[in-house]
Structures are given as C-alpha cells and as structure tokens.
C-alpha cells in the first residue's frame, strides 16, 4: 500500500513539474525543484514530501467532495421528477404541442443524462480507465452542461418575451441579449475545452485556473438582466399594487426559484474564482457544473409546471398567463372573496361580468347580458 501512494505522489510531482516553469528536469528523470531559492532534486527524503502527501490528501478529499455534490444533484433531479410525474402526465404528455411543452420535456430530461454522465465520468477518472473514453465522456458531458443551460435560459428569455408584449424594444433587446450570452458561452466553452478536460483530469492551481469562471458569466449575465425585467415588471403591474406582501407576490410569481437558479451560477462563478490550494474541493465542485445544473433545472421545471397547471385549470393558452399585461386592457376591479374579480364592459356602462373564484375547478359561471358583444374583449383571466 505505501509503495502504490509513493508511486502516485511521485505521479503527481512529476505530473506538476511537467507544467511548473520553476521545475527542472535532470537527465534520468529526477525532477529538480526550487525551495528557499536554492534548487535540490526531488526524493522520498526531502522535505518536498509532506507538502506533496497534504496536497495529494487535498486531492483526493476534493474528488470525494465533488463526487457527492454531483451525486446529491442527481438525486435531487430525480426525486423532483418522481414527485412532479403525475403532473406532467397529465399536462405535458397529452395536448397540442407548444414552446412550453417542448422546453418542459427537454429542460428535464437533458440535465438528467447530463448528471449521470458527469457522475459516470467522474468514476472513469477514479478507475483511470482509457483516456480516450474518459474526453469521450467529457465532451459529452461538456455539451449537455452547455445544451441544458441554453434552454433554461430560453425558458426565461420566453417568459420576458410573453410579458411586454406591448414594448417591442424590450422584446428586440431580450432575444438579442439571449442569444448573444448563449453565443459568448459556446465560443468559450471551446476555446477552453482543452483546458477544462486538463483541469479535470489533473485538478491544480498552477495555470490561473480563475479563467474558468468566464464561462459561467455570460450565463450570469442573461439571468440577472431578465430576472431585473420580471420583477420590473411585476412591480409596475396592478397584481403588485393589490398584494399585501412582497413576498407572498414573489413566491405565487415563481421568483425565489428563478433567484435560486441565479445564485448557484454566482455560487459557480465564486467557486472557479478560488485559488487557495485548500479551497480546491470547492473549486473543483464548481468546475463540473452538476449543481447549477441540478438548481437551474428545479427552478425552471416547477415555473413551467406552474404556468401549465393553471392553464390547464382555466383553459387557456399559456401564452396568456405568461402575460401581466392582458386584464390591463379592460377595467377591472376585486370581488368581495379571493380570486373573484368583477370586469366592466363599457366605461359608461353599469353592468358587471363576476367571475368564480379562479384556484378552484369550478364550472363556468354563464352570465347573459342585452345589447353587448362581448366576443371582441377576449378571456380575460387572472395568473
């Protein structure tokens, strides 16, 4: 046993004095190595080895380390994806096929087999099987992290589109900016490719490994910018007016779960920006990406799944109830009970259309009225 840890900490010194420009090499292989300004050659004797024996230590707690996350990230996709079947049984796997439906089923299942293969990947490099299936892995896993992030943005990018549906430089200025930062994330995800699987392979501070954390700031970038517009937006409607708390607003609004989703990318971005050889475990963690992955994926899938639900409920098209602005168009007032809302038809007109209470499946309420066409105002609803 202390012969294979003498020939894997001779590995690693090796291993960090092929890219050390302060290690020299002798003409048998004996690495030379700078300490206290002198350089003396590199032996189970000299004092090299402790350091060498903390710093594989680090290692190797920072692999177990990454290794549970990844795992506790799959775990979380899945059992949210058990508890939330039957939802999307019934709301997803039957209907007409929309943009909803196509980015629920795909922004599920793509991060699922992306975080099987991280965990897969991360094994393989345990094992230290072929290195050709270990990159073959990697680029797989390297894509799904990059396809899974380019749809849950798309998601949000959609739901900003639907919301000023009436302002058409912010419509204009959403998809550009979406497509730009999924853009700027794929260029970087292969300039850095190579560099990446090094990093992964061989985990170390050597190389200013800080540069990897661009990759996740184009993504940053987009959330931010369109979480800012959903709560601008939430907060210039009437819906916000009539709350009696903020946060009751912003939690039937589905912004705590968009904020997780923006704080695992600052998390990410955090954790690659750590050069302290003993915070390796950390940066490391943030270099598979399995946990913003795991809280993006959550985030998006239950707001889909909220949006779906009520429309389902109400029967109407989604793209309504991804809308603050529709009621806007007609004048409308709150009904004595929750949910009940009285809408006038004609601005000089007294007469009134109530509606039922809209968290309950209740049927239709058939109101009748002489002299109006009400067929031109549309269904007014209440997200």
Wanted: neutral net charge; contains cysteine; glycine residues 6%.
């Amino acid at each position: 046993m202390c012969r294979i840890l003498y020939f894997e900490l001779l590995a690693v010194q090796r291993e960090r004095c092929h890219h050390d420009e302060h290690c020299l090499t002798l003409g048998h292989g004996n690495p030379l190595k700078f300490i206290r300004g002198t350089l003396q050659p590199f032996s189970t004797t000299s004092s090299v080895m402790p350091t060498l024996l903390d710093d594989f230590i680090i290692g190797k707690t920072a692999f177990i380390h990454s290794t549970d996350v990844a795992v506790a990230s799959a775990a979380l996709i899945v059992y949210d994806h058990v508890i939330t079947f039957d939802q999307e049984v019934d709301l997803f796997w039957t209907g007409r096929r929309d943009a909803s439906r196509f980015f629920y089923l795909s922004v599920k299942y793509v991060p699922l087999q992306c975080n099987i293969s991280l965990i897969v990947h991360l094994q393989i490099r345990y094992l230290g099987l072929i290195q050709a299936f270990f990159k073959a892995l990697h680029i797989g896993n390297v894509t799904l992290i990059t396809l899974g992030a380019a749809l849950c943005q798309a998601v949000i990018a959609l739901r900003v589109w639907y919301l000023f549906a009436r302002n058409r430089q912010i419509r204009i200025f959403a998809a550009s900016l979406y497509i730009v930062c999924i853009g700027s994330t794929v260029a970087l995800t292969g300039s850095l490719f190579n560099q990446i699987f090094q990093e992964m392979a061989n985990p170390s501070f050597i190389k200013s490994p800080t540069i990897f954390a661009l990759v996740y700031a184009p993504s940053f970038v987009d959330h931010s910018v369109l979480f800012a517009l959903k709560v601008y937006r939430y907060m210039a409607s009437d819906r916000f007016q009539r709350r009696s708390s903020l946060l009751e607003g912003f939690l039937k609004e589905g912004f705590i779960m968009y904020a997780c989703a923006m704080g695992s990318l600052l998390y990410t971005i955090i954790a690659l920006s750590l050069t302290n050889p003993s915070q390796l475990d950390v940066y490391f963690t943030g270099l598979q990406g399995s946990l913003v992955v795991g809280a993006t994926i959550v985030s998006v899938c239950h707001a889909l799944l909220s949006i779906r639900s009520i429309s389902a409920t109400l029967h109407v098209d989604p793209a309504w109830l991804l809308n603050h602005a529709e009621l806007s168009r007609v004048q409308w007032t709150k009904g004595n009970s929750e949910g009940e809302i009285f809408v006038e038809l004609d601005g000089s007109s007294n007469t009134e259309l109530p509606m039922t209470n809209l968290s309950h499946t209740l049927p239709p309420v058939v109101v009748s009225s002489s002299g109006d066409d009400f067929d031109s105002l549309g269904p007014p609803t209440k997200s």
